[in-house]
């Protein structure tokens, strides 16, 4: 034993050594405590993340700084009926809530969702159909009444002191569209409609489109009524100086089969003023070809293309639909019309578009009906008129 540690044990006190030790031993100690510590708040706050994460998932709330998708839950139910036939989702929904309602027959369809709904609108307006340049008005009934004022007001001139002289009151008619169902019936196999890959809603939304615009050109132009729309081309036709109300009035073209310059002119000017500024010409693409080869008296083409990529070619001004449910040129045809269409034609339609799924009349493929409610007929007689290839 040193010296020093004599006198530390003599003295009852620790030696430098012991004093190390000692303090080491209570640094470890006082860590560990640490350490515990640390530990047990880091598992009380996992604990209340899990916590939050459950009550996050039962309430499916967003995540944050993401914006709210409201068609969302309209998609998703409506892509899950057209795979599987899976309805729950689409039940609890406003647009199944709608289908419900009085104005909407329920007869077991679903309503589209309302981005598919727009884009098979939107097709069916671009397209080369009357639609797109007669009225379009949306209705929830079975028909559509238009008043049609075709008698003027008389006015007369009145000094101060004298009677007034009794005038004769507007003549009103009454014009009932009735609406007609329009269907189609794509189908797919299931096999596709399990593939998640595929975009079935812009699939449908193609075909229905597609099948509707051929259907709706054909009856807006010769559709007899009978469950169809009545096509403006089945109303009786007289020649414009006879023309009277409920009748078309047309222009002789003057050539047999065929149309002539002074036709065009003499057309043109047959339409009141009133409805000129808001004209156009419909034909097919037959017609326009002969039409193209017009010129007048100084040599120059009546027809002309249009300036600008998707606008119309121009005919002494005013714009050409191309309709291919126009007839064809031959004698007699009334192949040409020229109008105020926004005047003279009236389509009426219910804005709901039904989708039924049938996975039964066509295995292994599933079926598609779908339905949409229209109507349209001429709401102006006057707005609308007509060249007859022939010469009388």
């Known amino acids: 034993m040193s010296r020093t540690e004599a006198k530390a044990a003599a003295g009852g006190g620790l030696t430098p050594a012991q004093e190390a030790r000692e ?30 994460d459950r009550k996050t998932a039962t309430h499916a709330r967003p ?20 795979r599987t036939g899976d309805d729950d989702g689409l039940r609890g929904l406003e647009l199944e809530g709608k289908a419900m309602s009085t104005a909407v027959n329920s007869d077991g369809g679903f309503l589209v969702d309302p981005e598919t709904s727009d884009r098979i609108k939107s097709v069916l307006s671009s397209t080369a159909s009357i639609r797109a340049i007669a009225q379009v008005v949306n209705v929830e009934a079975t028909s559509f009444d238009v008043l049609v004022d075709r008698a003027d ?19 009103i008619d009454r014009i009932t569209i ?9 189908k797919a196999s299931q096999r596709l409609l399990d593939d998640s890959a595929f975009d079935i809603e812009g699939w449908l939304a193609g075909r229905i489109a597609e099948k509707f615009a051929r259907a709706e050109a054909a009856a807006f132009i010769n559709g007899d009524g009978n469950d169809k729309p009545t096509g403006f081309l089945t109303h009786s036709t007289v020649e414009n100086d006879s023309w009277t ?33 808001n004209a156009s010409f419909v034909m097919n693409s037959k017609t326009a070809g002969t039409v193209r080869k017009l010129k007048d008296g100084d040599g120059r083409f009546l027809w002309s293309d249009g300036l600008a990529a998707g606008e119309p070619a121009r005919l002494m001004g005013y714009p050409v639909l191309i309709c ?19 005047q003279g034609y009236t389509v009426a339609e219910r804005p709901d578009l039904r989708v039924l799924r049938d996975p039964f009349s066509a295995k292994p493929h599933v079926l598609f009906y779908a339905t949409k409610r229209v109507g349209g007929d001429v709401s102006d007689f006057a707005a609308i008129k007509l060249i007859k290839f022939g010469l009388s």
């Open 23 to 52: 303090a080491v031993t209570g640094f470890l100690s006082d860590f560990k405590d640490f350490q515990t510590t640390i530990e047990t708040k880091l598992q009380q706050q996992e604990e209340r993340l899990t916590m939050l």
């Open 63 to 82: 995540p944050l700084g993401a914006a709210a998708d409201f068609d969302a839950p309209h998609q998703k139910a409506f892509n899950a009926y057209l």
């Open 153 to 171: 007001l008389e006015a007369g001139w009145a000094t101060e002191t004298g009677a007034s002289a009794e005038t004769s009151t507007p003549q």
């Open 178 to 186: 009735p609406l007609h169902e329009l269907s189609a019936l794509p």
């Open 245 to 277: 109300w409920g009748n078309l009035g047309y222009v002789p073209s003057g050539v047999d089969g065929s149309v002539s310059a002074e036709s065009i002119v003499d057309v043109v000017y047959a339409l009141g003023a009133e409805y000129r500024a």
């Open 324 to 342: 291919e449910d126009m007839p064809d040129p031959a004698s007699d045809s009334n192949s040409i019309a020229f109008g105020d269409f926004a």
